[in-house]
């Protein structure tokens, strides 16, 4: 009879044991991954669509019919996993720019990849009040283009025109169809600086910045080291607080 005490009080001892254990984790991610829910809390709606870049023109159709994505679009797809998880997404909504429904740009948009490869993004950056623009896509310039201080920030090859330094944007704001929706835009002049976008959404250095924290739109620009074809170190050269009450209506 002393050995069923015995066994039954090691039983509730070991189970006391994993319940602390596990509701100290809980509370210990609860407390790490407040800032990433903190930021994303807005968009976890019915609406909500992660829309990627794809390649359907030309030569890219011919070698996949279904379109091409980039390899740093879906690492960065993979890092909003993660991000969008801590707040109760639990399968990212994807759907490629060039099949986003009418309907669907009212809703709360996450745009992956910049202009000249994202349709979407496209329309929504000409509709928003940002002073940071890519080149025009007809000349394939992907130089980052700062209205504000007329600064032109370019990416950087080394002698075997290996990319070593990429460079991208961070937006959010209202979505300009609907705004009582938002919008977060990722974009890199390359498909690393996507990657290295959606990674800055992660870092506790980012999310703590005083506009960032309020929830005000902004408009982030950054470079990113490429080492050994991944980004590292990300430094953000300027971020800057977008006026909530402007929306561009045409096609500036």
Known sequence: MSNLVEIG???????????FGWFANRLRDLWRFRKTRAFWRDFVTDDLRVVTSVFIQDEHYIWERS??????????????????????????????????????????????????????????????????????????????YDAETDNVREWVSDADNRLVVDQGIVIRAANPFNTERSVVILAGSFGFGTSAAAQLLGKPDFLTHSVVTEGAPFEAVFSVEIVRGTPQNIEVKDLKQLDPHILRTGHS
């Open 67 to 144: 379109g091409l994505v980039g390899v740093g679009d879906v690492q960065a797809l993979g890092e909003l996993e993660k991000q969008l998880q801590k707040v109760g997404v639990r399968h990212l909504p994807i759907t490629p720019s060039h099949q986003l429904t009418g309907a669907e740009h009212r809703g709360n948009l996450v745009l992956v990849g910049g202009p000249h490869s994202n349709e979407v993004t496209a329309e929504v950056m000409r509709r928003l009040p940002l002073t940071l623009r890519f080149g025009p896509a007809e000349t394939h310039d992907a130089k980052i």
């Open 9 to 19: 009080v090691n039983l509730i001892a070991t189970a006391i044991a994993f319940a």
